[in-house]
T-cell receptor, first 115, second 116 residues
Framework: NAGVMQNPRHLVRRRGQEARLRCSPM?????VYWYRQLPEEGLKFMVY????????ESGMPKERFSAEFPKEGPSILRIQQVVRGDSAAYFC?????????????FGPGTRLTVT | AQKITQTQPGMFVQEKEAVTLDCTYD???????LFWYKQPSSGEMIFLIY??????QNATEGRYSLNFQKARKSANLVISASQLGDSAMYFC?????????????FGQGTRLTINP
């Protein structure tokens, strides 16, 4: 049973370009979460999605960031017009259902570097 | 709002010794879950152990145990017989059942170094 897949693992973008990060949840998981980790910090929640629905985007910056989880295909985190401050590790996690006791399984992360 | 505090930025321990990583939390949720994750230098997040707020006993998973003291709002991770491979960042996290039920709130982490 494959784990959470994220690609690319490393992404380099120049300021002003767009970054697209992909996440394929574990088989049978319909809940996806995105977190951002700045250097030397803990992970910060960004957004929680179920298929075709954004459930909680309270951690998403108001501009330039968007996320989707279509009926078919991976979840996408999109960052438009990237700036140096967007450089971070972006982690996707999935769970089989909601609830405080259900573990979120993390992907390996995408390291975004903005030059 | 939920908050996790890890007060030890770094810890150095001799191999085979036990180590305790501190974690305190704050929440107004009556029911919540507490988690510990390990992040080695390769960067992935590895789930270690879970404790539910209403669990009667402290959680254990192999060499990992969670010293849960609800009245003190602490959830310290204990690693017995430490190994060189335990060197990593360790994050404490929590998730409420009612408020913000889905998102994990993480602490700043503790960097553990095991010396041979």
């Amino acid at each position: 049973n494959a784990g959470v897949m994220q690609n690319p693992r490393h992404l380099v973008r120049r300021r002003g370009q767009e970054a697209r990060l992909r996440c394929s949840p574990m088989k049978g998981h319909s809940h996806v979460y995105w977190y951002r980790q700045l250097p030397e910090e803990g992970l910060k929640f960004m957004v929680y999605l179920q298929k075709e629905n954004i459930i909680d985007e309270s951690g998403m910056p108001k501009e330039r960031f968007s996320a989707e989880f279509p009926k078919e295909g991976p979840s996408i985190l999109r960052i438009q017009q990237v700036v140096r401050g967007d450089s971070a590790a972006y982690f996707c996690a999935s769970s089989i259902r909601q609830g405080s006791s259900y573990e979120q399984y993390f992907g390996p992360g995408t390291r975004l570097t903005v030059t | 709002a939920q908050k996790i505090t890890q007060t030890q930025p770094g810890m150095f321990v001799q191999e085979k010794e036990a180590v305790t990583l501190d974690c305190t939390y704050d929440t107004s949720d009556p029911s919540y879950g507490l988690f510990w994750y390990k992040q080695p230098s390769s960067g992935e997040m590895i789930f270690l152990i879970y404790q539910g707020s209403y669990d009667q006993q402290n959680a254990t998973e192999g060499r990992y145990s969670l010293n849960f003291q609800k009245a003190r709002k602490s959830a310290n991770l204990v690693i017995s017989a430490s190994q060189l491979g335990d060197s990593a960042m360790y994050f404490c996290a929590m998730r409420g059942l009612i408020q913000g039920a889905q998102k994990l709130v993480f602490g700043q982490g503790t960097r553990l170094t095991i010396n041979p």
